[in-house]
């Protein structure tokens, strides 16, 4: 493949880049992922591109001006757009109200058309890392880029990365949009979730995507991630299996348990909603699914009305809930109609195709750099989960008996 021998940004030592990384058990692959001749990809890639140009099957969105970028709609309003039957019907996916960034980096988001790699870093929580191994031909056929708001801006200005006189920023491999914040949500979180879920609709053109948490350095050409993980697989997108976790229950307990979430009574209601709503435990029937909880640290998609309206729908029920995207995430694969074709591949080709590093641990002028929280104190969900007004059952009895293999004779 010819690859690439030069470093694309030289760092100063002061910026640590590299610091912390997560070290994996797994020395070696037992499910392996295999990739085919770089330039039959990248000639397969252009083919497929251009004879998809323009979408078919594209959604059509709501417009309109919301008081919030997504709308703050309804539970009832939400789960009627889950069953797309109708491509005249406009789907609510964010923009709502506008998304703040240049005209230069919205021109050049909508330029992009064909391979998207997209991460974002909010309030200076991760470092901003080079892409490794990627081939003499991906930087013209693959576009970088970078959301970021003004604190990490600014830090980024702290050790030298760039200059704030510029009006346009690029960091190695990365274009850095920056996002005015104050006009979208407090939370730094959400605000990450607009790039991650609706990458989509802010880069219109683009015809596959991958989305990479900031606390993971790509060490794998991105076109034969693409090829082999989501057009091999003849799907609509490929997520990781999470290491740990195959239900949405368990994830919902240690979100509360390690207080991912502080508002333990708004994650009670969510799974509630959920479970009266059809959700289900994992259970071989969900075959292909392999698991209900993802490692959404790595999400590649092939744009199109699948994985475009999962998206969606992702997207407005983090809004209405939290940032947390892995606990409505098998409710809404599996009650979507029609269904994505996703591939869930295995945690171990997870790690061979990234590496993992702790978030910052310092600020940029040297300071302990605090967990941003906007919930206060932990708020400890009403006594109710089993029983309701002093019988049982709650919601989500029956899901918990069938996930612990219990009867509800028992």
Not at 8 to 18: A, I, K, Q, T, V
Not at 158 to 163: E, K, V
Not at 214 to 236: G, W
Not at 347 to 376: C, P
Request: glycine fraction near 4%; charge should be negative.
């Amino acid at each position: 493949m010819d690859p690439l021998q030069y470093s694309f940004f030289s760092y100063p030592s002061s910026y640590g880049e590299h610091k912390y990384a997560v070290s994996t058990t797994r020395s070696t692959c037992s499910s392996p992922v295999f990739f085919s001749d770089y330039w039959d990809v990248v000639e397969e890639i252009k083919s497929v591109c251009e004879t998809n140009r323009p979408h078919s099957g594209a959604l059509r969105y709501m417009h309109g001006n919301a008081d919030s970028f997504g709308g703050n709609i309804s539970t009832l309003a939400r789960f009627s757009y889950f069953d797309h039957q109708n491509d005249n019907i406009e789907v609510p996916c964010g923009f709502l109200k506008n998304f703040p960034v240049s005209d230069s980096d919205r021109i050049a988001m909508e330029q992009c058309d064909s391979v998207v790699v997209v991460s974002a870093i909010f309030n200076d929580h991760d470092k901003i890392r080079q892409p490794k191994g990627l081939g003499s031909n991906t930087l013209q056929e693959v576009c970088f880029f970078m959301f970021v708001d003004d604190v990490t801006l600014k830090a980024f200005e702290h050790h030298g990365l760039i200059s704030m006189s510029s009006t346009e920023y690029k960091i190695g491999a990365w274009r850095i949009v920056k996002v005015a914040k104050e006009n979208l949500y407090e939370n730094p979180a959400m605000n990450g979730v607009i790039p991650k879920y609706l990458v989509h609709r802010l880069f219109p053109n683009s015809q596959f995507s991958i989305w990479v948490d900031a606390k993971l350095q790509l060490v794998v050409d991105p076109l034969l991630l693409i090829h082999s993980l989501v057009i091999s697989d003849d799907v609509d997108m490929a997520i990781s299996k999470h290491p740990l976790y195959v239900h949405t229950m368990e994830e919902a307990m240690a979100t509360a348990r390690w207080k991912k979430w502080l508002d333990v009574n708004a994650l009670k209601e969510q799974m509630e909603t959920y479970c009266e709503n059809g959700l289900q435990p994992w259970t071989p029937k969900k075959q292909p699914y392999t698991s209900d909880v993802p490692d959404s640290a790595l999400i590649l998609r092939r744009h199109g009305l699948g994985s475009n309206l999962f998206s969606c729908l992702m997207f407005n029920e983090l809004e209405a809930f939290n940032p947390r995207d892995q606990l409505p995430f098998a409710f809404v694969r599996d009650v979507m109609k029609p269904q994505v074709k996703m591939n869930m591949f295995e945690v171990e080709v997870f790690e061979q195709v990234a590496v993992e590093y702790r978030h910052n641990l310092k600020s940029s002028d040297g300071t302990t750099l605090k967990k941003v929280s906007y919930q206060g104190r932990a708020k400890r969900a009403h006594p109710d989960f089993s029983y309701v007004n002093g019988s049982c059952c709650s919601k989500c009895q029956k899901y918990l008996w069938m996930m612990w293999g219990e009867s509800s004779k028992d």
